[in-house]
């Protein structure tokens, strides 16, 4: 069966991949709504809100760093080999897929702002541009970029989040169970 163990039972992700699984998961869905919502809200409500998106957004890049980290040292740690069936092979193509576009959408995050001309403040700390100016084309660029990759990394998730549920539901084999909390 896709994803089992190989030869042992299936164990379950430690506490520190589940919880940074799960708060990176919840912080990208928060930054979409916020995000879709700063520009459809009364002009007061704008600054307010792009404000509460930078510091999520030092959050989950943090967060973000930590994850990265905490894989390639070893730390994500499960005994079970993907399978060699179509989903098998999908499977770690689609993670990768999400590692990377995150990463460039958190890159992309912080150029959109700095290309403005402003600094990312996050929870009153103030992280200023290490570049020089930049025209408002690479500004434009920049912020629909960051854009249009959200809905990428939305869609991406979603097809992910319904393949775990595919394994709870029909396939049965616990690979949900192992990342639940
Ligand atoms: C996965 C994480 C994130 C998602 C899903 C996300 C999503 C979005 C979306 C949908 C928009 C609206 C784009 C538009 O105008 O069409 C936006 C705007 C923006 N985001 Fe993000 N974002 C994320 C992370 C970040 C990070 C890490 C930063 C920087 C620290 C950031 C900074 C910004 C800025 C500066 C804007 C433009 C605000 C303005 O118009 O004044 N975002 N984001
Ligand atoms: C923005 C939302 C999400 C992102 C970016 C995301 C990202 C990821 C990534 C990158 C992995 C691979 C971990 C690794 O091997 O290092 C993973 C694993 C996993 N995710 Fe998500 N995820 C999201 C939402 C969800 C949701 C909503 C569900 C369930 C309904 C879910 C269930 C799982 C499960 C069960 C695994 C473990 C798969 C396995 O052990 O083969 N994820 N996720």
Do not use: K
């Amino acid at each position: 069966m896709d994803g089992m163990g190989v030869g042992v039972a299936p164990v379950r992700y430690s506490v520190e991949t589940r919880w940074l699984h799960w708060s990176c998961a919840w912080l990208i869905g928060a930054q979409f709504v916020l995000g879709e919502a700063m520009h459809r809200v009364p002009r007061a409500l704008h600054g307010p809100i792009v404000s509460v998106h930078l510091s999520l957004g030092v959050l989950l890049a943090a967060l973000f760093v930590t994850r990265v980290a905490w894989r390639v040292t070893g730390g994500r740690a499960i005994r079970f080999a993907a399978g060699t069936g179509l989903a098998g092979r999908a499977a770690p193509l689609v993670h990768g897929g999400l590692y990377l576009m995150l990463g460039v959408e958190i890159a992309l995050g912080y150029l959109a702002r700095w290309s403005g001309g402003n600094p990312v403040e996050a929870f009153g700390a103030v992280i200023r541009s290490p570049f020089g100016p930049m025209s408002r084309e690479t500004h434009h660029l920049f912020g629909s970029a960051h854009g249009w990759l959200a809905w990428a990394i939305i869609v991406l998730a979603g097809g992910h989040g319904a393949a775990a549920l595919y394994h709870a539901r029909v396939a049965r084999d616990g690979v949900l169970r192992r990342m639940w909390a």
